[in-house]
C-alpha cells in the first residue's frame, strides 16, 4: 500500500503542479517529494502503522512525528535538500491547525500545499486496514469541504478541475 500510495501522491501532485503551469524545477521537486513524502514512517512502528482500529492520542502522537523524521532523513542527503521543507510541511493546513510547525497560509511552500491535496485525496480513496476508500464523489465532496481550512482553495480548486476533467483515471 505505502508504496503504491507514494507513486500515485507523486503523480496527482504532478499533475496539479502541471496544470498550474509550473515550470519544471518546481514540478520535479513536486515528483520527487510526492515520492518520498511519508519516508519518516519508516520510524513508526508496524504496530501502530497496520493497527485495524482508531488510533489513540499517544500513537497519532507518534504518526504526528513523521514529517519531521523524513526531513531529518532526507536532509542527510545533498540531492534530497531542496524537498526537505516540503516533506517537512506536507501535514501543514492553511488555517494553521496542521503540524508539525503549525504554519498558516503562504507561509507552507507551495508545493507541500500540493503534496497536501494529493496526499488526502489518495488516503481519501484508498482502502486502509480500519476504513474502506471513499467514493470519488464522496472525496470530492470533502476536497470542497476542506478549501480554505485544511487545503489551500487554488489548488484544490486545480485538483477538483483534474477530477471534473478526467474522473477516475
Not at 39 to 50: A, S
Not at 136 to 159: R, Y
Amino acid at each position: 500500500y505505502t508504496r503504491g500510495h507514494s507513486d500515485r501522491v507523486s503523480q496527482l501532485a504532478l499533475d496539479v503542479a502541471r496544470a498550474m503551469n509550473r515550470d519544471e524545477p518546481f514540478c520535479e521537486r513536486v515528483r520527487v517529494a510526492g515520492l518520498f513524502h511519508d519516508i519518516g514512517k519508516i520510524g513508526v512502528p508496524d504496530e501502530i502503522l497496520q493497527k485495524p482500529g482508531p488510533l489513540t492520542d499517544e500513537e497519532f502522537k507518534v504518526i504526528e512525528r513523521h514529517p519531521v523524521e523524513g526531513a531529518k532523513v532526507l536532509s542527510a542527503v545533498s540531492l534530497f535538500r531542496e524537498i526537505v521543507p516540503i516533506v517537512r510541511g506536507h501535514h501543514e493546513r492553511i488555517d494553521g491547525r496542521g503540524y508539525p510547525d503549525g504554519l498558516r497560509g503562504e507561509r507552507i511552500p507551495e508545493e507541500a500545499r500540493i503534496i497536501a491535496v494529493a496526499d488526502s485525496l489518495d488516503a481519501m480513496l484508498s482502502d486502509r486496514h480500519y476504513r474502506r476508500g471513499m467514493a470519488l464523489s464522496q472525496a470530492v465532496e470533502e476536497l470542497h469541504a476542506g478549501k480554505g481550512g485544511q487545503f489551500d482553495p487554488v489548488i484544490a480548486d486545480t485538483m477538483l478541475e483534474l477530477i471534473a476533467r478526467d474522473g477516475e483515471e
